[in-house]
């Protein structure tokens, strides 16, 4: 149990749906991630939460949008995804500034059909 | 600019034999962190070691042992007794854009064939 915890592991949509994934943490940090993971591709940084707020945005398209309701969970709102999206999205957390080690979740693998 | 290297992008060995991941990083920064991440098959990356660029002493924390030497720009990882469950992705990570991000390559794989 690695104290971060992503559901659904495993998700298969279709381009026009709408879903999210969700991120909970269990570690007492403050800042949270969302990374992106394709296949042959190295790991892709794509929002930064701190004390709930957005400090980063990696030029994500507009189709993923990220809620950050308390330090403890963090989501990504899927819509009107493009095949290419398909991938493993990682979140983890940290206790906050200055390079703290990060806590991965297990991942949710996504496909889009 | 920075950068880091790991220039082995996959390793076989035999289950038992030791194994050396290398890592090179390359900075004008003097103060600094590096990470390594382990990313076995089931997806999770698991945080391994977090070293200071002021801390040059190896690192030993059972089979896993670490080697950094900022003269060189190179923080090594070493397996030994390699295990089958130790086949993974392997991660050195260094700081990356912000505040408070690390920046993940490609790694390197690593397979321990029983």
């Known amino acids: 149990e690695t104290g971060v915890t992503q559901t659904p592991r495993h998700l298969v949509m279709g381009m026009t749906n709408k879903k999210s994934l969700k991120c909970e943490q269990h570690?007492?940090?403050?800042?949270m991630y969302w990374y992106k993971q394709s296949a042959k591709k190295p790991l892709e940084l794509m929002f930064v939460?701190?004390?709930?707020?957005?400090?980063e945005n990696n030029s994500v398209p507009s189709r993923f949008s990220p809620e950050c309701p308390n330090s403890s969970h963090l989501f990504l709102h899927l819509h009107t995804l493009q095949p290419e999206d398909s991938a493993l999205y990682l979140c983890a957390s940290s206790k906050g500034q200055g390079y703290q080690p990060q806590h991965f979740g297990d991942g949710t693998r996504l496909s889009i059909l | 600019a920075q950068k880091v290297t790991q220039a082995q992008t996959e390793i076989s060995v035999v289950e038992k034999e030791d194994v050396t991941l290398d890592c090179v990083y390359e900075?004008?920064?003097?103060?600094?962190?590096l990470f390594w991440y382990k990313q076995p098959p089931s997806g999770e990356l698991v945080f391994l070691i977090r070293?200071?660029?002021?801390?040059?002493q190896n690192e030993i924390s059972g089979r896993y042992s670490w080697n950094f030497q900022k003269s060189t720009s190179s923080f090594n990882f070493t397996i030994t007794a390699s295990q089958v469950v130790d086949s993974a992705v392997y991660f050195c990570?260094?700081?990356?854009?912000?505040?408070?991000?690390?920046?993940f390559g490609t790694g390197t794989r690593l397979t321990v064939i029983p």
């Open positions: 900075t004008r920064d003097t103060t600094y962190y």
């Open positions: 570690l007492g940090h403050n800042a």
């Open positions: 070293r200071n660029s002021f801390d040059e």
């Open positions: 990570a260094p700081p990356g854009s912000g505040a408070n991000n690390l920046f």
């Open positions: 939460y701190n004390f709930k707020e957005q400090t």
